[in-house]
């Protein structure tokens, strides 16, 4: 099976929470589709309701993988999950 990666998104500061984040996720779900990946991993941060400095949520949070039909498939720290898409063909 060929596994693509999400590692970060590098939003600038003027242009976060406009879903800039969301975009790209999207955008870069439908490249690796496109070129044959048959699944997506990532590994978010997992923000609850606590407030955490932006540098901290570059990797996506896990409610947006979420949204996006990501499921969690292994956790190797209380706050980041390992998640995954799997693309059907």
Known sequence: MTVWAINCFVVRREWRR???SK???????????????RAI???PVEA???????????HGT?????RAGFTEIARRRDD?????LAIKR
């Open 18 to 20: 406009k879903g800039v």
């Open 23 to 37: 975009a790209l996720l999207a955008a870069a779900v439908a490249h690796a589709r496109k070129l044959g990946a």
């Open 41 to 43: 991993d990532a590994c």
């Open 48 to 58: 609850g309701d606590e407030a955490r400095p932006a540098v901290s949520l570059y």
């Open 62 to 66: 896990a409610a947006m993988f979420q």
């Open 80 to 84: 980041r999950p390992l998640m995954r």
